[in-house]
């Protein structure tokens, strides 16, 4: 094409001598390139003949390692979704009817469901009542709701989530104080054997009891205002005459189990929570109960949710309301209330069963619950890694697009909107991720903004495995788009312009110089950004909920081992494997990050 | 890759007719350029002290600078200087550090523009870097990675032919053969080059017309000055 290069080829071939040229080079130039290869040209002049040989080759090579490496990760994802038991699959075999429980009650439920003789498979979540039902109110997949108290069913059966009129009373609990056993206990010359006691406390004993705690705050744990334990404690406390014997002392934590645990630990010296949590734990032993009267009846209730549409639910709620059921549940450290009363029936103000006397219950519920009885084993670890790899995988291919289009831009752009945008952008990096959550819920919850139109479209977001894979994108997205930025800032802007210069517009630029230059950034951004999604927890549990096979990751996980019974030995694992990944993923991304900067160092000056 | 398609071919004969008419304005910062260069030499040098905005020109003539406004003309063709963008120019810039872009072995960075490999590398072997066809921008010498830029730089010239500093890395024997390589390709091709430098032997060697940048604006350097006046192109030194 150019009469120039064509004639010096065809008439004068050897009129710029490749080979003098490069011999003197290597005379000249003293790299060590040279040094060591001085036949290079040779090696080049003879493939330029070849039509289709070397030319494109680097760019090739580069072209296909990428390719490669996004092969790989899609096929492990797929092979992720595929070994993922019932995650994102459909299966042939019924759903399991998704229990959502109080957490005091979950070990009931288990061993209830253990000997259920219908063959659905069962599925708990357990937290907070307070939290449950605002959850299922949001639109959390349940078909049964369970709660331990009758304030929060009347409340659910308000807000129109469970079925009118299937509220069925299921079991009653009380409420104790209790020490980490082998701890000093106070000095009550009645206390009988630790953990089988059977004492009432009055004013005077609680009394004693918080005076015999050595040390300063706080002394007793109790569960928040809204939580149902939490609120007869107060009541309690109150109907004693005891606030301000407490008052500031108090430890209010999330939820029944992990009043428990915080005395089990040892964090605190005395708890007050329910007898069933309490009962069979070989690391708590019982002070006493508090009087039946002096707190509202903590009882457990059932209902069906509505627009469940499972057909085991009934049956269920039934069979807990039962009678056969009841040595069960007094085993589980319950009392059995009254006759079954259904919620209409029933005022809410005072106790409606007379108070039992708990010297009455007639089983000691420490022997009779054994510890090795094969259920509550709690979540796998193999399926909740798996479950958290992929979530962190999908996140980051889905806010891998976003994340390059906008840190390129806030990397370039010289439009006023930059700052405001950045900073929106950094939002999510600075906000508690719980807020985040609630965001979210806000737009993509069944009550929400966006949550209806995608109802039409027969998608429910909220509380859904994609859920969580939705919050660990928004979470991870800042982190990925700022070092996306970083890496497009990096690259200087002078390349894209000889590129222009070369004829390349700007779409081809982005495509064949700017982002093979930011690539290694890229992905340190995306592996910063997997790392953010697998840790990702306080958005997660408010979005998608800790449902155990569906949305638990190993950050959920670990928090559900927490507080329950059978967690403290295995919770190790678990923080072992987040360990493990934590620092794996950390690894790569400072190989990256040193990639990105050898990359830019290549070339270009001097 | 596409701009050789989109370009009209460069036709023509070495007359009198005017090859470069540039009228430029730009004001940024410290910067204040108001110049105007006319003439009907195909080989122009922009000399001038350091600062003054010699890389500027030729950044808005290779289409850099969105905000310069003025015309340019070259050739047959005329553009207002801010509005045709520098993938539809044609021009062949070598910036004064070679920029090439570090992710592509050499042959890569020269046939980037569409250039195909038999044409790239008989250019990369007039100035002596076809030897270096498959090797990465990051092990090249200075002088290497120069002469790899200004062999993309004449690959790519289909209407304009910028050099910033070309020759600054290499040594004298081997700029003298460089610049001779350059003499003669602008021999061979109707192509008007601008040429920055510092160095006198460079516009010297080959052949410019010297024009001088100061704060006052561009002005032609006296012909007597500029040591062999303009020859008669089309010939080989």
Known sequence: MTPWGRRNRRGHPRTVDPGRGGGQHALLDFSPQHARRPRTVTLSTRQLPTPLGGSRRGAVVVAVRVRAAVAILVALVVWLIAAMPGSAQVSTVPPPLRVWSAVSVGPLLERLADSWSDGTGIRFVTDATSRIVPQIAAGAPADVLVTADRTWMLEATDLGIVEPGSARRIARNRLVIFARAGSAGAPEPDRVEAGTTNAILDAAAVRALLKGVRGPDPILALAGPDVPVGRYAREALRSLGLEGDVDRRVVAVGNARAVVNAVAVGEVPLGLGYASDVAGDPALRIEGYLPADSYGPAEVWAAIVRGTGHTAAQAFVDELASASRAELIRSAGFTVPGPDVRLDAVDVGGPDVPARSPGAASVTPRRDRPRTDGIAEGPALGPVVLRSILVGLLAVMFATLPAVMLGRWLARTHSRARGPVGAVLLLPLVLPPVVTGFVLLALFGSSGLLGPLLAQFGVRLSFSFWAAVLAAAVVGFPLYAVVVRNAFESVDPRYEELAWTLGARPRSTFRRVALPLALPGVAAGAVLALARGLGEFGATIVVAGNIEGETQTLALAVYRLLESPEGRGRIWLFVLASAVIAVLGLALWEWLSTRQRARLLDGGGR | ?237
Do not use: Y
Not at chain 2, 181 to 201: E, G, K, N, Q
């Open chain 2, 1 to 237: 890759m596409s701009a050789e398609r989109d370009l009209p071919p460069m036709t023509g004969t070495a007359t009198a007719r005017i090859r470069l008419d540039v009228e430029l304005r730009l004001r940024r910062g410290t910067l204040d350029l108001d110049t105007h260069l006319r003439t009907s030499e195909q080989r122009v040098a922009i000399v001038g002290p350091s600062g003054i905005g010699k890389t500027t020109i030729l950044r808005i003539l290779a289409g850099l600078e969105p905000t310069a406004a003025g015309r340019l003309s070259v050739g047959d063709v005329t553009w207002s200087a801010g509005d045709v963008p520098p993938w539809e120019r044609g021009v062949g810039w070598m910036p004064q550090d070679a920029l090439l872009f570090p992710h592509l072995d050499v042959l890569e960075n020269l046939t980037f523009g569409g250039a195909d490999r038999a044409h790239a590398s008989t250019t990369a072997a007039a100035v002596e870097c076809d030897h270096l066809l498959h090797r990465r921008p990051r092990n090249l010498s200075g002088g290497e990675r120069q002469r790899v830029a200004l062999a993309r730089a004449l690959v790519s010239a289909k209407r304009l032919l910028l050099l910033d500093e070309p020759f600054g890395a290499l040594d004298d024997a081997r700029r003298h053969r460089v610049i001779g390589a350059v003499d003669r390709w602008l021999a061979d091709h109707d192509v008007p080059m601008v040429l920055v430098s510092h160095d006198r032997r460079d516009a010297a060697g080959l052949r410019c017309e010297r024009w001088v940048l100061s704060e006052g604006g561009l002005k032609r350097a006296d012909p007597s000055v500029a040591q062999p006046a303009a020859a008669d192109e089309g010939q080989a030194p």
